[in-house]
């Protein structure tokens, strides 16, 4: 199985600023005959079920505001919140979907300094 | 609009088994692969398997083989999971979620089902 890995654990950031969460997985997740990364981002608020923020490790989903972004490849990504609102206070999970089982990082808890 | 509504909540004890649904409306059932994942509480996520809900080809990840079956109803567009001889550590909120290929991510989700085992 591929095991994903996130850092940090948890973080505080005040509004308004640069939120930055790595991921990383064990075998890279990259398929060289389409050159795309098999790597996505969720995010999920207290009581609620996770909500697909990014795919293909940088493609946002549409309706997420565009401060959210996606970037890295092979087995290194990070996923970047330009300037930090409110709202985004989550836990943030990143998703391998190229070998079964489709394993997540264990999470990132974001919160507001 | 897209909707996946589950089953609700449920109490088990050790050694019994539950069956959860999932039922999709707003788009059409058999384009999209149901996928199932559930949530300890205060835990992360961990994926359970998947369904392809127009020949009923599965993948369970390996440490629910033999204690999940994933099956759907093309003809009420919902799709099922049993999990048996649940133990306490299976307490979790379970969620199915689509996509629209065996390779994609889950761009809908339920809104989770409750399973406590006590």
């Known amino acids: 199985d591929i095991v994903m890995t996130q850092s940090p654990d948890s973080l505080a950031v005040s509004l308004g600023e640069r939120a930055t969460i790595n991921c990383e997985s064990s075998?890279?997740?990259?398929?060289?005959?389409?050159?795309?990364?098999?790597l996505a981002w969720y995010q999920q608020k207290p009581g609620q079920p996770p909500k697909l923020l990014i795919s293909w490790a940088s493609s946002r989903e549409s309706g997420v505001p565009d401060r959210f972004s996606g970037s890295g490849s092979g087995t290194d990504f990070t996923l970047t919140i330009s300037s930090l609102q409110a709202e985004d206070v989550a836990v943030y999970y990143c998703q391998q979907y190229s070998s079964p089982p489709f394993t997540f990082g264990p999470g990132t808890k974001l919160d507001i300094k | 609009q897209v909707q996946l509504v589950q089953s609700g909540a449920e109490v088990k004890k050790p050694g019994a088994s539950v069956k959860i649904s999932c039922k999709a409306s707003g788009y059409t059932f058999t384009r999209y692969y149901m996928y199932w994942v559930r949530q300890a509480p205060g835990q992360g996520l961990e994926w359970m398997g998947l369904?392809?809900?127009?020949?009923?080809?599965?993948n369970y990840a390996q440490k629910f083989q033999g204690r999940v079956t994933m099956t759907s109803d093309t003809s009420t567009s919902t799709v099922y999971m049993e999990v048996t001889s649940l133990r306490s550590e299976d307490t979790a909120v379970y969620y199915c979620?689509?996509?629209?290929?065996?390779?994609?991510?889950?761009?809908?989700w339920g809104q989770g089902t409750l399973v406590t085992v006590s």
């Open positions: 369904i392809n809900p127009t020949d009923g080809r599965r």
């Open positions: 979620a689509r996509s629209l290929g065996s390779h994609l991510p889950h761009d809908y």
């Open positions: 075998h890279s997740v990259l398929y060289t005959s389409n050159n795309k990364n098999y």
